[in-house]
Each structure stands twice: as structure tokens, then as C-alpha cells.
């Protein structure tokens, strides 16, 4: 519930593993509404509308993941009822279970769920929400070296990769950012949905936000070229990193591996996730990724070079995997390679 001054209460979750600038970046967009466009525009600042802290399990100071002290301003039994709690993302390894190590935080969450709050997460941060028992049989979204790290897990779940943010729940009072600086759109999104659209214009006018309106498909890369423990699957990953664009790649991936057909289609899978195909396609469409970057041939032409010779599928499947057709993505990315390259 608000504090005296009518603002309302954002507690922001703390673990050591947190990233530090998520942490003090929510801080200081949830500090900012009401005060600082007006202090910007007039030389005075207004009245600030929200008020963040931070809170952990306990007040003892500590370093983030990157070596930047935290200091807690509050534990989870002496923090005020916040109306919204912010989950920053922190780190976790791909993938894996972190069951038990998260119990103090997911007993929290879920007593301010319970009690009307509403639960947001950045990136990884949905993890939390997970042991929580908050995402079973629900959508959700996480950055996209995450994915597995939620399907592995929690019963159900259901990740939507590309969507900016996703709401679910009762009165939708959970809501999760993808990955890197989607925190920015969740922040922008919770101002407007509390306090009011003009004051999160302002924000974004203030910190010159932007909003991530394509997702994160097109800056995804495919974390399952890590390679596999098996070794016939391992064997036919290192022939399809140097041969993706050669005909009946597949066929040639099997007969690499030694193994029968059925057998060597069920341990690719189980080793890498995906299909041998869709393999074939993720190599082929990031090297093409790194052609419309780097270079000014046609379209038409990467395709033929990555192993496509209908452009016309290479445009449909990119558009699909990737949420840009291929111009699209060379006039984003290759932009920003051109203006990143003289300070390299």
C-alpha cells in the first residue's frame, strides 16, 4: 500500500548474483515519476509518485555479480507491503535447477502475490518467480539463453521468446520482461499501468527510452551449438559447423555419426534439443545473419551461400525465425555495425 506521501511502494528483490545495473536502473526509473521531468523542463523538481527500496533476505551489505556493493534497505520481515515488487535478472547457469537455493525469496513472492502485489521480472529473473510456484501452466517470458532454464523446470510452463513482455495471472498482476534491457520496458510499462501514461512519457522522454518492439528473436543466438557429450552427435556437429551449406546435409550428419537413422534422429535431439534439421537452419541463418551484416550482396545471393536455392523459402524462414525479413535485419544490424565500427 502507498507510503504517507501517497507514493507507491516498489521493492526491488536483491540476490548476490543480481546484475547491479538492472538493480539501480529500475531505482532510478521508479524514482523518477512526477519528479524529474519537471526538474529537467522548470529547474524544480515535482512530487515524486513511487518509492523504491531495495530488499533482500537479509540487510547485510553485499557485492552483485559484478562487484557492485548492495546495501539492502529492507529484509522481507521488515519491508513495508510493497504494491509492486521488481525482480532484476541475475545470474544463473542456462539450463539448470536452482530448486532450494531461492527458498527465503519464493516464500516472499509468493505472500505478496498472495496479498494483492503485483510480481514483475527482468530476463532471469523469472526464475524467481518459478520456484515461487507462479509460472506452472502459464505463459511466460526470459531472455533467450534462458529458455530452457524455465521449460526444464516448472511444470507447463509456456515460454512466449519474442514478446516484450508478457502478462498472466489473476488481474494479470505478473508480469515479465524478456532479456537484456527489456528491465527498461517493464519499468515504462508499470508507470503507465500505476501511475499514469503521462508520467511514463516523461520518463522515456527524460532517459531517452526506447521501446523493444521487435522482441528479442533478432538478436537471439542459438545456444544449442554448444557441444554435445555424446560423441556421434559431437562428431556430426563438427561436420555441419564447416559443411551447413552443402546439399543433403542431413543424410551427411548421419552417415558422420556411425549410427542408424532412428537412433542417430532420438540422441541428436536429446543432446541438442532440436531436430538435426532445425540445426542445419540455425547455422545456416546465422551465418546469413553475419552476411547481411557485414556485406552488400543481394539477398538472393546469401542465400545461395548459406545452402537456400529458393529465396523466396530463405526469406519465409528467415522472417519466421528471426521476426525480421532479411532487409529488414541489414538495415537494423548492419547500421549498427557501420556506426560501432570506427570505434572499435
Known sequence: MPDEQGRLYVAIVAVPEVTASALYGMFDLFSSPGRDFSFVTRGEAG??????????????????????????????????????????????????????????????????????????????????LGEAGLLDDRDATIHWAYVATLTNNYSGVRVRQNQTLVLTGEAQRIVMAGGGTSWQDLALYLIA????????????RVYLLQWHD?????FAAPVNFRQSDDAAVRKSQDWVAENYGQPAPVAAMIEQSGLPERSFMRRFRTA?????????????????????????????????????????????????????????????????????????
Open 47 to 128: 512530487e515524486q509518485r513511487m518509492r523504491p527500496f531495495i530488499v533482500a533476505r537479509s540487510r547485510e551489505p553485499f557485492l552483485a555479480a559484478n562487484g557492485i556493493p548492495v546495501q539492502p534497505e529492507f529484509d522481507f520481515y521488515s519491508a513495508p507491503m510493497p504494491d509492486i515488487v521488481c525482480i532484476p535478472d541475475f545470474f544463473v547457469d542456462p539450463g539448470a535447477s536452482v530448486a532450494g537455493q531461492y527458498a527465503p525469496e519464493a516464500a516472499w513472492l509468493a505472500q505478496v502475490h498472495k496479498g494483492g502485489g503485483m510480481l514483475a521480472s527482468a530476463c532471469s529473473g523469472a526464475v524467481l
Open 193 to 204: 499501468r500505476h501511475v499514469g501514461l503521462k508520467e511514463a512519457i516523461e520518463v522515456a
Open 214 to 218: 521487435i522482441g528479442q528473436m533478432p
Open 272 to 344: 541438442t534439443g532440436m531436430t538435426p534439421l532445425d540445426y542445419v537452419h540455425a547455422h545456416r541463418l546465422e551465418e546469413a545473419k553475419q552476411m547481411l551484416e557485414r556485406s552488400d550482396l543481394p539477398v538472393e545471393a546469401i542465400a545461395e551461400e548459406v545452402g537456400y536455392e529458393d529465396p523466396s523459402f530463405f526469406g519465409r524462414l528467415f522472417r519466421r525465425r528471426v521476426g525480421l525479413t532479411p532487409t529488414q535485419y541489414r538495415m537494423r544490424f548492419g547500421a549498427l555495425r557501420r556506426a560501432l565500427a570506427p570505434q572499435a
